[in-house]
């Protein structure tokens, strides 16, 4: 298995531009998670998906932050406008009923100038 | 005050020291995981813990549910240990609170 794909692996815009990220996550697996990571806040979980649906979103920033899962296999989460702040790695994680291990994908580094 | 507290926060030891990374929380968990942070940004899951003890090659990680307390150690520490270890705790359903982390540093 591929494991969970990410892309893009390196983005860097302007503030005020929209980004999208993109993860797919691995077959068979029915639970998606996004993350971010930066220094000062560490990991953080932005929202989860169980079944395509999602479960807890209560993570995301602000309005400026959205996440969808239009099918098992590709979920995107969308920042419309980027600011600065919003600099970070995105992680995104799948894992099967029960959720003992969540597989993490490689990450998105996101800056935002 | 954080959810999950992890000690030290760095720490560097020498090839072939034991190294032990604590893990403390404060409410009930449902399980607690080890992850491990490669150099170049990669997370892999070490462990998942709901009781006692597990062992998966040099690593070894412990949990007391009474103390709300884990440890990760690693024996015989070779350079290639050399990551950020981050503890997190799974409240209810698959939601995952993280530690801050423990960077770690194993010299040749």
């Known amino acids: 298995d591929a494991g969970v794909i990410q892309s893009p692996r390196h983005e860097v815009t302007e503030m005020g531009q929209e980004v999208t990220l993109r993860c797919k996550p691995i077959s068979g697996h029915n639970s998606l998670f996004w993350y971010r990571q930066t220094m000062m806040r560490g990991l953080e979980l932005l929202i989860y998906?169980?079944?395509?649906?999602?479960?807890?979103d209560s993570g995301m920033p602000e309005d400026r932050f959205s996440a969808k899962m239009p099918n098992a296999s590709f979920s995107t989460l969308k920042i419309q406008p980027s600011e600065p702040r919003d600099s970070a790695v995105y992680f995104c994680a799948s894992s099967s009923t029960g959720g003992e291990t969540q597989y993490f994908g490689p990450g998105t580094r996101l800056l935002v100038l | 005050k954080n959810e999950v507290e992890q000690s030290p926060q760095n720490l560097t030891a020498q090839e072939g020291e034991f190294i032990t990374i604590n893990c403390s929380y404060s409410v009930g968990i449902s399980a607690l995981h080890w992850l491990q942070q490669h150099p170049g940004g990669g997370i892999v899951s070490l462990f998942m813990l709901s009781s006692g003890k597990k062992k998966h090659g040099r690593l070894i990680a412990t949990i007391n549910i009474q103390e709300k307390h884990s440890s990760l150690h690693i024996t015989a520490s070779h350079p290639r240990d050399s990551a950020v270890y981050i503890c997190?705790?799974?409240?209810?359903?698959?939601?995952?609170?993280f530690g801050g982390g423990t960077r770690v540093l194993v010299k040749p």
């Open positions: 998906f169980n079944n395509n649906v999602p479960i807890d």
């Open positions: 997190a705790v799974r409240l209810g359903g698959n939601k995952l609170t």
